[in-house]
């Protein structure tokens, strides 16, 4: 396939990659180097091969020399994604981890080590010591993995852990779900209510609302109760890789200037493997057939959508800037986002293909993607109560016809979801369960305290 050639514009500001972007990261997060340090296990891709050369890990009392317990602690995650730190939070002292789910297999398989580390995770934290892990399966999924030897935490084993399941469904799911709203784009729209049933049954908006009101309860967990969070899905680069970067957009500011997005991205999606090449299938056929094809990244770029539309003034960049990476991930014009991990990019000489960072950081280019009303704002984000057809990419060169302009309108501000795919547990939220747990958990020391003092 022929693609334009691109000449940089070498006036761009740098952004730092790879490893240099960890070590910046975790200066900037200002991360507690006491409970916290950097690891170079991985420059040879020798402990895992889908995770970048450097992570940051927890300190931890071992007897073990500090690498070669992560070197035993990874053998007991699915692909050795050993759980590692995505975003920290000095002033709360909280950690959002991720990892691949843990080897435990139908006979309920335990490891040392790999408790050891939750629990360092735990103690990381200045105000609670209570870790939710946070599986993004659905419940059953995690329980059938279990007869492939993976499966879940088991919270007897983890002591001050608890686990939750979000109910995203897989890969699968989600590129049928796109294939349906594909079609739609290019059909004659005699019914609207019609449609709208067609639209919904499709499933791409309830997915879209369903990561954005989990992340907003992930988010509450860190910011509101102050708990860590440990997130993985089956293996920790596709729905892992999602749920990391929203609750970061929702409670970092710095997420949400234009060069901390670039870095969102290289962080969480780039370095730690999300599998661009097989989920995308730059330069392969049959999108719609292979099996490991999913607009997993797409997906996640309609999230954002969602926020920003809901809160423009909160974005230093527009929606522009996603149709942009979205594009250009597909055109295979850069470096940046070929085959599926650090280790694969190196090996096929990536680096040395142009950086799409270095093209959108460019003064011109930076300037038609920034939003003139952007106000940088410390708190965290809410998710808006309806979500909506992303139009300026869905729908650019072809859109339903037969739609008025008033039925556009409808669609363009959001869609009161009527129906739930079949697959998609009630969206109760994993924040009120735990603040359900906390207010009984609460009553109980009442309930303690007021015996104590009655019995002297």
């Known amino acids: 396939r022929r693609t334009k050639l691109i000449r940089l514009d070498q006036s761009a500001a740098p952004m730092a990659t790879g490893s ?16 916290w340090r950097l690891s170079s296990v991985n420059e040879c891709f020798k ?28 053998k007991f995650r699915s692909a050795h994604r050993l759980p590692v730190l995505s975003w920290y939070h000095s002033g709360w002292g909280v950690s959002l981890t991720r990892c691949s789910q843990p080897l435990v297999g139908l006979l309920t398989r335990r490891c040392d080590k790999d408790e050891a580390m939750l629990g360092a995770i735990q103690s990381a934290n200045k105000e609670s010591k209570s870790l939710a892990i946070i599986d993004c399966r659905p419940q059953i999924n995690a329980y059938a ?7 879940f935490e088991f919270v007897e084993n983890y002591h001050g852990c608890t686990v939750e399941f979000l109910g995203v469904p897989n890969i699968h799911s989600m590129r049928d779900s796109l294939f349906y709203l594909y079609h739609l784009s290019d059909c004659v729209v005699d019914d609207f209510e019609l449609f709208r ?44 890789a999602q749920v990391c970067s929203l609750v970061q957009l929702m409670a970092d500011p710095h997420s949400r200037t234009f060069v901390g997005f670039l870095e969102l991205i290289e962080k969480e999606w780039i ?6 090449l097989d989920r995308c299938g730059l330069c392969l056929e049959g999108f719609w057939e292979a099996n490991e094809r999913s607009p997993i990244f797409l997906q996640f770029l309609d999230s954002v959508h969602q926020l920003i539309k809901h809160q423009p003034r909160a974005f230093e960049f527009t929606q522009d800037l996603l149709v942009v990476i979205m594009d250009e991930v597909y055109a295979g014009r850069f470096g940046t986002f070929l085959f599926n991990n650090e280790r694969e990019r190196e090996e096929h000489g990536a680096g040395e293909a142009p950086s799409l960072w270095m093209h ?15 106000r940088r704002e410390e708190g965290t984000l809410s998710v808006p109560a309806r979500v909506c057809v992303w139009t300026g990419y869905f729908w650019r060169y072809a859109e339903p016809r037969g739609l008025s302009e008033e039925q ?39 309930a303690d305290v007021a015996l104590a003092r009655e019995n002297g």
Not at 22 to 35: F, I, P, S, W
Not at 145 to 151: D, I, L, M, Q, V
Not at 360 to 370: F, N, S, V
Request: glycine residues 6%; proline residues 3%.
């Open 197 to 240: 049933t067609k639209l919904e049954s499709t499933g791409w908006l309830a997915y879209v609302k369903l990561l954005l009101e989990s992340c907003e309860g992930i988010t509450k967990l860190l910011s509101q109760h102050h708990r860590s969070v440990l997130v993985h899905c089956s293996d920790g680069w596709d729905r892992t």
């Open 47 to 74: 402990v895992c091969g889908t995770y970048p050369k450097r992570w940051i890990v927890p300190v931890v009392r071992t007897s073990l020399e500090q690498d070669a317990f992560l070197c035993a602690t990874a």
């Open 145 to 151: 993995n279990r007869a492939k030897g993976a499966g």
């Open 20 to 35: 240099a972007l960890v070590e910046q990261e975790m200066e900037r997060m200002k991360v507690d180097k006491r409970l």
């Open 360 to 374: 959108l950081l460019a003064p011109e280019q930076k300037r038609a993607l920034t939003n003139a009303s952007y």
């Open 408 to 446: 556009r309108e409808m669609l363009r501000e959001g869609v009161e979801l009527r129906s739930q795919p079949s697959m998609m547990p009630s969206l109760s939220g994993i924040y009120n369960k735990y603040v359900s747990v906390a207010a009984a958990e609460k009553m109980r020391i009442e």
């Open 271 to 276: 370095l730690l493997g999300h599998k661009f």
